[in-house]
């Protein structure tokens, strides 16, 4: 463990090893940085090992004393330290990041209001009757998304259009109430949201003595579907397993890793099928820190194109999956195409038509001309990232092979399904 130096006031004279936040102050007891952990003792220890980075080290000669707020779990955390670092703009965290680079969690203003991650340049502060609430500034999107997703299971928010035919795939995991076929009023979703944001605004046992309570009356009126649900949610909420959350404020992420981007985040990879044009079919599959999220992939039956054109094919996949990009869909940290020069092409076409200040890494993986081994595609553009890709080139060869048996199974089905209705 490391040590603090004993001139350093600490609260209590001791840090406790849970999650909560801390704040550093100056000689002046200014605070000049607030932070959030899932350990205060190990997070606030890590401080003063040496060599520290510049910032770093500027920050530590700084500090004289340092108070801190325990917290329950790593979420509540997560949400209290944003709203210090809004309340004092603190000198280091404010220099750490623009305030363009910070990003924010805000509820829609609709008939069924639907939570989403933005960057601060994508939010209309315009429109203020746009969203409900707006939560932020945050240092970490992934950091909320990752909260967003456990506390689905206790609080089953949603980010679907009502008025779809079949439910969506979260609506058959419990984690969606209906919201896509409509099979939840206005009214009651509006109560599961005010839940949520009652969630976010650290009200965490207040809900909990609340599910309890109607809980027990649905169970005393004999309403036993309902108190079961409640269980549930109640179960999740009092056991929210949440250490993944803040994962990366108590580990050290290599300079490489940062390097790798995308290959450590979100990456998507996307694939065409058919037959002479015939059952084209596109897919999308979703790896994060190389590993597959098999609940995010996506089937695309292809439209618009008729014909063998699998570059009008992906551009037409791309626009669908990019339509989706303010309705709950992450945006990836890297686009892996299953094809060369034109296609990679293709998907920067359609990428910069989204007039988005993201920077969103795109490559494709194509046979050489001795058609025996894969080589990267790499735009002149994400040159500099040749080194890492190259190095982690064995995951992005997993992520296009799982393209292509996505694809290749949608496909047949497809065909399946058409020579079935011809025959007819």
Known sequence: MYMIPKEIKIQNNELPDCPGVYLMKNAKSDIIYVGKATSLKRRVGSYFQRPGDRKTEQLVSNIKSIDYIEQPTAIEALFLEANLIKKYKPFYNIKEKDDKSYSYLVITNEDYPRPYVLRATDIDDSASKKYKAVYGPFT?????????????????????????????????????????????????????????????????????????????????????????????????????????????????????????????????????????GTSSVGSMVVFRHGAPEKAKYRKFRIRTVLGPDDTKSLKEVLKRRFKHKDRGWEWPDLILIDGGKGQVSAAMDVIQSLNTSRVIPIIGIAKGPDRKKDELVIPPAFAGLTPQLNKHKDILVQVRDESHRFAINYHRKVRSESLRITKK
């Open 140 to 276: 970490s999107s992934r950091a909320v998304r990752n909260a967003l997703d456990i506390i689905r299971k206790a609080i089953p928010w949603s980010t679907c259009a009502p008025g779809q035919k079949r439910p969506c795939f979260y609506a058959s995991l419990g984690q969606c109430p209906g919201v896509c076929t409509e099979a939840i009023s206005k009214v009651e979703y509006n109560k599961i949201i005010r839940d949520l944001m009652a969630f976010f605004d650290g009200k965490r046992s207040e809900l909990i003595s609340r599910y309890n309570r109607e809980m027990k009356a649905a169970a005393k009126n004999q309403k036993y579907e309902k108190a079961a649900s409640l269980r549930n949610r109640l179960y999740a909420l009092e056991h929210v397993r949440d250490v993944s959350v803040l994962a990366k404020d108590d580990v050290k992420i290599t300079d490489e890793q940062r390097g790798a981007g995308g290959i450590f985040g979100r990456v998507e990879g996307y694939d065409i099928s058919n037959i002479s």
